[in-house]
């Protein structure tokens, strides 16, 4: 999306008390002291502190201040647009006058897209607007709040290193920085003066749109065009469905509404037009995608003239960076003022609180936040809870069997007749401090190991014997209607992309002959040598 370029004189004063003791979590990095007299080219002496890295808590009050020309006695005509965009008017009344004591002619409140209430103040000499904001920023953008962060890299000053070796590792951060810049990536960093700590040092990396097309092209990601009108129910859901009766166990439409289901296929820049979504770029890739993209670019990416030494992960090794992560969509829980959810607020409520286990995962939405493969360990650990059912009852049955044929049992009423308590006497445990001890002690042991252990465990452990062989048919049944819901089938066969480390290390190319297309490859004149080595040394061990 392209925003003119601001218009007028305008100046930010954006401040956050210096007493946190209302918040017992404040937010790792803050717009603190932020003065700044141009938005668009700031001065040489302008302090930009971090926007955001993981909210713990509801941030701080802010204060913002916008001074624009008025034109046509409308006090919005010449606001220019630097993150307040697409507000919505309700109308408010407040006091007769502000806390300046200068009178108003009116005041509306604004919203923005999370659904914070703002103030519109129109003071009466018709000569600026002063607009109120009583709430966050956009806690996950740039400064500007326009651009989105779509991933951090932290590192930090070690003074108790030599000067060559905090040298080495700039040099790394910088090459690596330039690089990043080079492949069309923004960065913006936020030093350490601002950081909680006052030791971490955070660059806020941003894909624009070019780049994030180029990279889904490049990992074939595969994105909706289609719908699909193909509806499925299960066997639990057409049972209650005879009753006339919904599912307790679903989650309710309201809480998380459902989406529809598309066809997907691997993404192409050239036919955009035929993909879902594709008029609103700030939107068409879903945060974990943006982060997937901007994560396999800092995989990529070279950190010293020798193209061997590449990606973020080695720099994180080697201490060159404390951190690379991606953010959360702000505070798992929802403020007062907001009316939109995120994914994230909207996970905990319904998914991660304990009251909710009987409820059905939001599996789509596990996989829309934290992608498929965690969302696939989910599906999992769900579906072997749900098995896990019929064993334990079995189990439990298991049990109630031997509590009821326990008096029946002839060695523990053996073990445990009072009669007998000093007639059998056992061996001592031990050979010097150990003494004798008499039979009568092992009752309670006894009692405890045919109430586990009786004639009913054979069954009980025959019936296992099946329930596992039924566990793993039925996953990979399940697994199977998963992959092709979440358009997973033939990933690894068709559209899994070379590692990073693999292709340096190829000198060669061919083409693969099911795609036809040039891929590194490793020739036998370089394997060879490295299995002789590998069976000499298993030989030899």
């Known amino acids: 999306m392209a925003y003119p370029p601001p218009q007028g004189n305008f100046s930010y004063q954006r401040a956050y008390p210096p007493n946190y003791d209302q918040n017992p979590y404040p937010p790792a990095i803050g717009f603190q002291n932020y003065i ?49 965009e697409r507000y919505e008017r309700k109308p408010h009344q407040p006091s ?17 897209d999370y659904g914070n209430a703002q103030q519109d103040e129109q003071l009466s000499d018709n000569s600026t607007t002063r607009i109120q904001l009583d709430s966050q920023p956009k806690p996950l953008y740039f400064r500007d709040c326009r651009r989105k962060i779509d991933y951090i890299l932290a590192y930090q000053e070690h003074p108790d290193k030599n000067a060559e070796w905090q ?21 913006e960093q936020e030093d350490f003066e601002a950081s909680m700590d006052g030791k971490t040092v955070y660059i806020k990396v941003h894909a624009p749109w070019e780049v994030l097309a180029h990279g889904a092209e490049e990992i074939m990601l595969r994105m909706p065009t289609i719908e699909n009108d193909v509806e499925t129910k299960g066997l639990i859901d057409k049972l209650f469905g005879c009753f006339g009766v919904s599912n307790p166990f679903d989650i309710s439409e309201e809480e998380v509404p459902s989406e529809a289901n598309y066809f997907t296929c691997a993404f192409k820049r050239d036919r955009i037009e035929n993909f879902k979504g594709h008029k609103d ?47 959360h969509e702000g505070y798992h829980k929802p403020s007062q003022n907001s009316e939109r959810k995120t994914d994230r607020q909207t996970l905990y409520n319904v998914w991660a609180k304990f009251k909710r286990f009987y409820k059905k995962q939001p599996l789509n939405l596990i996989r829309k936040y934290f992608g498929e493969k965690v969302g696939i360990y989910f599906a999992w650990l769900g579906f072997y809870t749900i098995l896990l059912f019929p064993a334990a009852v079995v189990g439990v049955i298991n049990v109630i069997y031997g509590l009821a ?20 006497a056992m061996c001592p445990r031990c050979d010097k401090k150990c003494d004798y001890f008499p039979l009568h002690d092992t009752c309670g042991y006894s009692r405890a190991a045919y109430v586990f252990d009786n004639e009913f465990t054979v069954i009980f452990a025959i019936f296992m014997s099946f329930w596992s062989t039924m566990f793993l048919e039925f996953w990979k049944r399940r697994q199977v209607e998963i992959a092709y819901n979440w358009d997973l089938l ?16 190829c000198t060669e190319y061919r083409n693969n002959p099911i795609t036809q297309a040039q891929e590194p490859y490793y020739p036998a004149s370089m394997k060879c040598p490295r299995f002789i080595l590998s069976a000499s040394s298993v030989l030899l061990m």
Request: proline letters at 7%; aromatic letters at 10%; a negative charge.
């Open 96 to 112: 007769a006058k502000s806390a300046s004591g200068v009178e108003l002619e009116n005041v509306e409140e604004l919203q923005d």
């Open 167 to 187: 040298e080495k590792r700039k040099d790394k951060r910088e090459f690596f920085e330039k690089n990043l810049k080079e492949q069309g990536l923004e960065l």
């Open 36 to 84: 700044a007299t141009d938005p668009v080219q700031p001065s040489q002496n302008t302090a930009y502190p971090p926007t955001t890295v993981a909210y713990h808590g509801t941030p701080p009050p802010l204060e913002t201040q916008v001074h624009a020309p008025r034109s046509n006695g409308n006090s919005f005509d010449d606001i220019p647009e630097v993150g307040f």
């Open 405 to 424: 044929k326990l008096g029946d049992y002839t060695p523990t009423n053996i073990i445990c007749n009072e009669t007998l308590r000093t007639k059998y």
């Open 490 to 505: 033939g990933f690894e066969d068709e559209e899994e992309t070379i590692r990073p480390e693999y292709e340096v290390v």
């Open 281 to 327: 770029k700030e939107t068409f890739f879903s945060n974990s995608q943006r982060s997937l993209i901007v994560y396999r670019i800092l995989k990529s990416t070279t950190y010293d003239s020798d193209e061997s030494k590449l990606g973020v992960d080695r720099l994180v090794d080697n201490q060159s960076y404390t951190a690379a992560y991606p953010l």
